[in-house]
T-cell receptor, first 115, second 118 residues
């Protein structure tokens, strides 16, 4: 049972345009969401996060939107650059849980920025 | 900032052998995590330490797997009697978090150890 779903295994976007990566979750207890970026042969690196008390968080070219009622979040990258080509993982956790089930990751979306 | 360091980067072993991986977290981080990633999947949580205490273990962590963090600094993950299904990337991550509360802070990952069991 996948609690965090990234339904697009890959996405191709032209350089300079907007990249939109989507993520859905099923566990209503999740209250903190993160995006990680991964290059080949490297570990994932943190990109941006959002708490469930917000619906938007922005950091430079990266914006994450959260729609709690739809259990959906998205990552917008504007403008897309060649260095953004990587695998992007959506992850979720329970801040208030007290336990440490760790982050629950989606399967990732491979973003390819075309010149 | 030296980041999270994992050793070795690659390990090839025969089925039935034991393997041990090492992780050195970022020095001021009190929390250390082990994740496993197989091809086409996202990282899956295995276990977590706060300082030297192992606080959580996933049901993915069979009794052939054991992790330690003896002095609250580096950690080792040992797999006994390896099976072909253990072939995966083993990722270590660290973070700095408070004593109480859930785990939501951003994690800093190492580059992983790629295990191949023949």
């Amino acid at each position: 049972d996948q609690q965090v779903k990234q339904n697009s295994p890959s996405l191709s976007v032209q350089e300079g345009r907007i990249s939109i990566l989507n993520c859905d979750y099923t566990n209503s207890m999740f209250d903190y969401f993160l995006w990680y970026k991964k290059y080949p042969a490297e570990g994932p690196t943190f990109l941006i996060s959002i708490s469930s008390i917000k619906d938007k968080n922005e950091d430079g070219r990266f914006t994450v939107f959260l729609n709690k009622s739809a259990k959906h979040l998205s990552l917008h990258i504007v403008p897309s650059q060649p260095g953004d080509s990587a695998v992007y993982f959506c992850a979720a956790s329970q801040y208030s849980g007290g336990g440490a089930d760790g982050l629950t990751f989606g399967k990732g979306t491979h973003l390819i920025i075309q010149p | 900032d030296t980041g999270v360091s994992q050793d070795p980067r690659h390990k090839i072993t025969k089925r039935g052998q034991n393997v041990t991986f090492r992780c050195d977290p970022i020095s001021e981080h009190n929390r250390l995590y082990w994740y496993r990633q197989t091809l086409g999947q996202g990282p899956e949580f295995l276990t977590y330490f706060q300082n030297e205490a192992q606080l959580e273990k996933s049901r993915l962590l069979s009794d052939r797997f054991s992790a330690e963090r003896p002095k609250g600094s580096f950690s080792t993950l040992e797999i006994q009697r390896t099976e072909q299904g253990d072939s995966a990337m083993y990722l270590c991550a660290s973070s700095f978090g408070g004593t109480f509360g859930g785990i939501n802070e951003k994690l800093f990952f190492g580059s992983g150890t790629q295990l191949s069991v023949l």
